[in-house]
């Protein structure tokens, strides 16, 4: 059977803990608006903006993302980051993906405004953006990024940038967490399979 080596791929990372309809509407929206061939989703291992905070054991981060997906081809699981040993850098993944799909394939990496204002502070931005082109997505209560700014500090984004418009992503892990640790419904704010892991695995139960 025939390779396919220029496929349109979209890239949405995150530690997922938990993977909730927040993630779900920014890698459908991308897929749709820049038609795209596939999303994976890929649950980081170390994050290193993280690595004083308490995060989920990785299986169990990894069976919210399949179940989410489960039912969906176009979405796809990478266990890359959660395999590799020690800090997790998106310019890594993004390399190691280049690698994979050769010079002909496309990569989006998809990600917040308010992740995007951070990209200055991240591992070797400028090569980043020049293995692939990154797709901002509006998260509530954060300002539209300065384009000027960025640019200013990483030369060249402004070419490399998307800026969508919508889906406005309300969702946070972190209320989900708490709102499961104090007895409150998390109903429409995760898929309908992760609710249940959460609950049969009895994770978040404990004030973090």
Known sequence: MEVVTDMKTGILGGTFDPVHIGHMAMAEEARQRLKLDEVLFIPAGRPWLKVDKHISPARHRVNMVRLA???????????????????TYTVDTIAQLKGQIGAAGELYFILGWDNLEDLPRWKEPGRLISLCRLVAVPRAGSPVPDPAALEAAVPGLSKRLIMLDKPEIDISASV?????????????????????????????????
């Open 69 to 87: 997906i489960n039912g969906r081809p176009y979405l796809r699981l990478s266990q890359m980051e959660i395999e590799r040993a020690g800090p």
């Open 176 to 208: 989900i967490r708490q709102r499961v640790s104090r007895g409150l419904s998390i109903e429409h704010l995760v898929p309908e399979a992760v609710a249940g892991y959460i609950a049969e695995q009895g994770l978040y139960r404990e004030k973090r």
